[in-house]
């Protein structure tokens, strides 16, 4: 299929597309470079197809998406990327967008921030069987990313992520009001979350940050701007990528998110967890996108005596351990101590809902809350010790990868 790779308005590029994979088979023309895929490199006109590709198949629902796989049955498809070209590629993410040669589609028309989408999807993402031959495949959830199940439903007229959370015991949803709580204390910019229960399961539900004028670039891509010498840490590296894009205060933003992450334990904030936004338009870099999915935290896929032990954490993006990525730290004057204070309690009451108890017990949540409350004494401890910030590769994450929630072995 001949289309045009879109940007709002703009045409970015003349693509040819393979009907059968999805794949980009050629990149015909280069109209508008800068408005490529941040990190897509182009030499003398000629964009890299390969990287064109990686981001375009990224934009696909992985493979490894709770419920995938019946959802690609239900539909009789074989890969999540046939989906990306019957929704246009839209998001509601960023403003890319396929239009196929001869066709009239305008941006105005179609784009999902200002026009309704379908709940076709969603159903059958979320285990409903496919609904007669008239199925409607405009929705923002053939695009959409990360492993734990989800859609997009606009309620009362806001555009709202719902996402569950891993058996057994669905904490995520809990974690991200946890997190939504603690990040409100202590005046970190966040996307607020809340539960929402349907059929007596949890569910997070969170207001899209992205609007029709801006769009969120994930950390991967804008390390994919420069190449990274082997002697400069992944935080310089990131740091350094920023600074060179010209995105504002990207130093501060990571310092409140790095005690955050030490603060509940989070164990996946790798480079598709965060990011900077910018106007789609006119390509200014606003600054860091508020901090979005927090809940693979709180020992959330472990035992009970684990969480009490504090063992096993894994840390993201930077360094492989809590203690080491907050050596990054820069600056911790932007926190009130009395905002520490108490913060098992908040994260205590979060779990006060009676319909918890089907899938977190009591000691469970004792065991949660004790340790928040101890991670929040290390901090103060390393706080008064003030250690100076330390930036060497040692102790670096050496891949990004995310989490996928299959079972342990
Ligand atoms: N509130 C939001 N507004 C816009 N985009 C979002 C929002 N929340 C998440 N996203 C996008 O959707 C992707 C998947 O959501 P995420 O919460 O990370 O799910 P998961 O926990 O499965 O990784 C994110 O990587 C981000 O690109
Ligand atoms: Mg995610």
Redesign the pocket.
Same mark, same amino acid.
């Given at each position: 299929m001949k289309c045009t790779l879109m940007h709002k308005r703009i045409a970015v590029a003349k693509l040819d597309l393979d009907d059968e994979t999805g794949f980009i088979r050629k990149i015909e023309k280069v109209i508008r470079a800068e408005h490529l895929p941040v990190g897509v490199p182009v030499r003398q006109g000629i964009a890299d197809r390969r990287e064109l590709n990686h981001w375009w198949t990224d934009r696909s629902i992985p493979a490894s998406r709770s419920g995938v796989r019946e959802a690609l049955e239900t539909l009789n498809l074989t890969d999540t990327k046939m989906l990306l070209v019957r929704c246009f590629g839209l998001s509601? $993410?960023d403003q890319y967008w396929i239009c196929p040669d001869g066709s009239d589609l305008v941006w105005e028309k179609i784009n999902f921030f200002d026009n309704p989408f379908s709940d076709d999807m969603g159903d059958v993402l979320f285990g409903q069987q496919k609904k007669g031959n008239d199925f409607d495949f405009s929705s923002p959830d053939n695009t $959409? @990313? !990360? %492993?734990?199940k =989800?859609r997009w439903k606009i309620i009362n007229g806001k555009r709202c992520?719902i =996402?569950g959370g891993s058996n057994p015991y669905r904490q995520?949803p809990f974690n991200e009001v946890i997190a939504t709580k603690i990040m409100a204390r202590l005046g970190i910019e966040h #996307?607020p979350y809340s539960i929402l229960w349907e059929k007596g399961e949890p569910y997070s539900v %969170?207001?899209? *940050? #992205?609007t029709a004028d801006t769009e969120?670039i $994930?950390a991967w891509r804008i390390m994919q701007t420069q190449k990274k010498e082997n002697s400069k840490s992944v935080y310089r590296h990131f740091v350094d990528c920023c600074q060179t894009l010209g995105a504002p205060d990207v130093v501060p933003a990571l310092d409140k998110m790095i005690v955050l992450d030490y603060l509940i334990a989070n164990e996946d904030r790798h480079l598709?967890?965060f990011g900077l936004l910018r106007n789609a338009e006119t390509l200014e870099w606003l600054g860091f996108a508020p901090v *979005? @999915?927090s !809940? $693979?935290s709180l020992g959330y896929d472990k035992l009970n005596a684990e969480i009490r032990a504090n063992k096993n954490i894994t840390c993201k993006p930077f360094k492989k351990r809590h203690e080491d990525q907050l050596k990054l730290v820069s600056d911790f004057g932007w926190i009130k101590t009395d905002c520490l204070a108490d913060l098992g309690k908040t994260a205590e009451e979060v779990f006060s809902d009676a319909r918890v108890a089907e899938f977190i017990d009591e000691s469970r949540v004792q065991a949660i809350t004790e340790s928040v409350q101890r991670r929040v004494s290390y901090l103060e401890e390393f706080i008064n010790a003030q250690v100076p910030a330390e930036d060497s590769t040692e102790g670096d994450v050496e891949e990004n990868i995310?989490e996928d929630y299959l079972p342990k072995m």
């Open positions: 509601l $993410s $959409s @990313d !990360g %492993c734990l =989800k992520l =996402k995520q #996307v %969170c207001e899209d *940050f #992205v969120l $994930s598709n967890n *979005f @999915d !809940g $693979s995310a």
